[in-house]
């Protein structure tokens, strides 16, 4: 078995030039950051150039978290920001509220189900025609 050799490999798209400084210029964009460079974003821009959603929520943990000796005290923005970011709360009560609809239809569907029956002749319903208490005086 004849091995083949390797085939040369496509040097990919050119470097752009950064601020790095090393020679590889891996580091750092010189582009703004609202332009479209396949380059990762920068923290607190959103897509389209401005700041992003939750800025203000990380603005707010950040200054709480560099003006304290307890970490533990700036709990509520941190969960402030991550709601923001993945709506774990908002999620949680959208289903819930769901549940509550399913089962507030399923109960009017049952009580539909259950006169619709009475309705159709599956039981007998009183006409008021015997009263029970001049029944009883009679005898």
């Known amino acids: 078995m004849a091995v083949l050799p390797a085939a040369p490999r ?27 460079s396949t380059q990762a974003m920068s923290s607190g821009f959103s897509w389209g150039g401005g700041r992003s959603r939750c800025f203000t929520y990380w603005q707010e943990f950040q200054k709480c978290y560099a003006q304290t000796d307890n970490p533990q005290e700036c709990r509520p923005h941190s969960n402030d920001y991550l709601e923001c970011l993945h709506h774990h709360k908002e999620i949680k009560r959208a289903e819930a509220i769901r549940e509550e609809l399913d089962r507030q239809v399923e109960k009017h569907h049952k009580e539909q189900a259950k006169a ?13 025609l015997i009263q029970k208490g001049k029944e009883e005086e009679a005898k």
Request: with cysteine.
């Open 10 to 36: 496509h040097p990919g798209p050119p470097r752009s030039v950064g601020l790095c400084h090393d020679s590889v210029g891996s580091c750092h964009s010189t582009s703004p950051p609202n332009s479209t």
């Open 116 to 128: 619709s029956h009475l309705a159709s002749g599956g039981a007998v319903a009183g006409v008021g």
